[in-house]
Each structure stands twice: as structure tokens, then as C-alpha cells.
């Protein structure tokens, strides 16, 4: 157990550096409830506060935290009895928030975010639009280096999704990606943070606990 601390922490030490010199600000934490109390000290009254499709960030409980707060405009296009029309809308006004809470499919010891979408409405908002943006991720979510993480993405994230979302795609069966040709796919777009976007405030939280797929 003591190995395997030392070894989350060397990991977790070199993704951080790795991440500044991208540009990025970053920081790691031991727990959940210290990544929470430092994302909630940038929100504040009158804010809207735009949330990407994350089961981190659900994971983690902001969205109570931040309803608890109370005066704040919460665009979540997960809530229930949405109809298509308005998650649109939702997507559409994310961008233009003051507070933009997502995760990342994967991030590598180099210090790059990598993602895959089927939309876009979730990289869109990390790389232009929102003032501020903060992507959450557990240590079980660092890789070594690019093609580890698309192979992370195909064989875990995406097909863990697939499931969640209760699609009927060959993926979410077997557990990894059959580059599937269905209208339902959700793997379409790939997008690789080299270094922080040029007009973007991008903060990336790293937390030494399993969060999320």
C-alpha cells in the first residue's frame, strides 16, 4: 500500500509539471473534498456555471454543492425532462459561461488532455468561450502518452459511456471499441490539448482517487 502511494504520488508530481510547462494551471490533490472546496471558491453569486458531460464531476457532488449556493444559473444538460431542443440550448449557452466544469477521457505524463467526443459541445467549451474553466480528473485517468490514452478512451471511457447511455453499440457489449459504423456512434471527434489555447484559462485538478471512467 505504501509502494503504492509513492508511486501515485511520483505520477501525479510529473503529470503537474508537465501541465505547467503546456501552459496550464495545475495542481494535485489527496482527496475529493479538497478538489471540491478549491472549485467552489470560484464560483460565486450570479455566475452561470456550465457543466460539460462529466461522471466525474457528478461523481464528486458539485452539482449539490453548487445548487446549495443558491443564485447561481446551473447549465446541466444532463437534468431530467429536457427536451432535445433545450439540451441544444444548454450546449449553446455553456459556451458562454463564467464557469465551465468538465473532465478529460485522458491526460498523459506529457502533460497533454486528451479527449473524444461524438457532439463537441464538451471540447468546444474547454478550449474557447468559457472565462474560466476547470478540468477535473482522477489519477486512474493519467496515461503515459498519446496513443495510451486513445487506447484508454477505446477501451475504457468509451465503452463504459456507451453502457451508461444504454446504446446499442458493439462497445458497450464487448467493453472496447469495434470502430463501429453506427449512427449512434459517440466516438467522432478527437482532441488533442497540446498546450494551453492561446485566450483560454484552463485550471486542471488532478485527484489521487478513482473518479469517473
Given at each position: 500500500?505504501?509502494?503504492?502511494?509513492?508511486?501515485?504520488?511520483?505520477?501525479?508530481?510529473?503529470?503537474?509539471?508537465?501541465?505547467?510547462?503546456?501552459?496550464?494551471?495545475?495542481?494535485?490533490?489527496?482527496?475529493?473534498?479538497?478538489?471540491?472546496?478549491?472549485?467552489?471558491?470560484?464560483?460565486?453569486?450570479?455566475?452561470?456555471?456550465?457543466?460539460?458531460?462529466?461522471?466525474?464531476?457528478?461523481?464528486?457532488?458539485?452539482?449539490?454543492?453548487?445548487?446549495?449556493?443558491?443564485?447561481?444559473?446551473?447549465?446541466?444538460?444532463?437534468?431530467?425532462?429536457?427536451?432535445?431542443?433545450?439540451?441544444?440550448?444548454?450546449?449553446?449557452?455553456?459556451?458562454?459561461?463564467?464557469?465551465?466544469?468538465?473532465?478529460?477521457?485522458?491526460?498523459?505524463?506529457?502533460?497533454?488532455?486528451?479527449?473524444?467526443?461524438?457532439?463537441?459541445?464538451?471540447?468546444?467549451?474547454?478550449?474557447?468561450?468559457?472565462?474560466?474553466?476547470?478540468?477535473?480528473?482522477?489519477?486512474?485517468?493519467?496515461?503515459?502518452?498519446?496513443?495510451?490514452?486513445?487506447?484508454?478512451?477505446?477501451?475504457?471511457?468509451?465503452?463504459?459511456?456507451?453502457?451508461?447511455?444504454?446504446?446499442?453499440?458493439?462497445?458497450?457489449?464487448?467493453?472496447?471499441?469495434?470502430?463501429?459504423?453506427?449512427?449512434?456512434?459517440?466516438?467522432?471527434?478527437?482532441?488533442?490539448?497540446?498546450?494551453?489555447?492561446?485566450?483560454s484559462d484552463i485550471s486542471v485538478y488532478l485527484v489521487n482517487e478513482v473518479l469517473g471512467y
Open positions: 500500500m505504501e509502494l503504492r502511494g509513492w508511486h501515485n504520488e511520483k505520477i501525479l508530481s510529473r503529470t503537474v509539471r508537465a501541465l505547467e510547462d503546456n501552459f496550464f494551471m495545475a495542481k494535485a490533490f489527496q482527496t475529493r473534498n479538497e478538489v471540491i472546496e478549491e472549485v467552489l471558491k470560484n464560483i460565486e453569486k450570479g455566475m452561470k456555471v456550465g457543466l460539460g458531460g462529466s461522471v466525474t464531476v457528478r461523481e464528486l457532488g458539485l452539482v449539490e454543492k453548487i445548487t446549495e449556493k443558491g443564485a447561481i444559473l446551473l447549465l446541466d444538460h444532463w437534468r431530467e425532462g429536457l427536451t432535445p431542443e433545450e439540451i441544444a440550448g444548454i450546449r449553446i449557452e455553456q459556451l458562454t459561461s463564467h464557469v465551465f466544469l468538465t473532465s478529460a477521457n485522458a491526460i498523459t505524463e506529457k502533460g497533454e488532455i486528451v479527449n473524444i467526443d461524438g457532439i463537441g459541445n464538451r471540447v468546444n467549451a474547454m478550449t474557447y468561450g468559457p472565462k474560466k474553466v476547470f478540468i477535473i480528473a482522477g489519477i486512474n485517468k493519467i496515461v503515459p502518452d498519446i496513443n495510451s490514452a486513445i487506447e484508454r478512451i477505446k477501451r475504457v471511457a468509451a465503452p463504459m459511456n456507451a453502457k451508461r447511455l444504454n446504446l446499442p453499440l458493439p462497445c458497450a457489449e464487448t467493453g472496447y471499441c469495434h470502430d463501429c459504423k453506427s449512427e449512434k456512434r459517440i466516438c467522432r471527434i478527437l482532441s488533442i490539448l497540446m498546450k494551453k489555447p492561446g485566450q
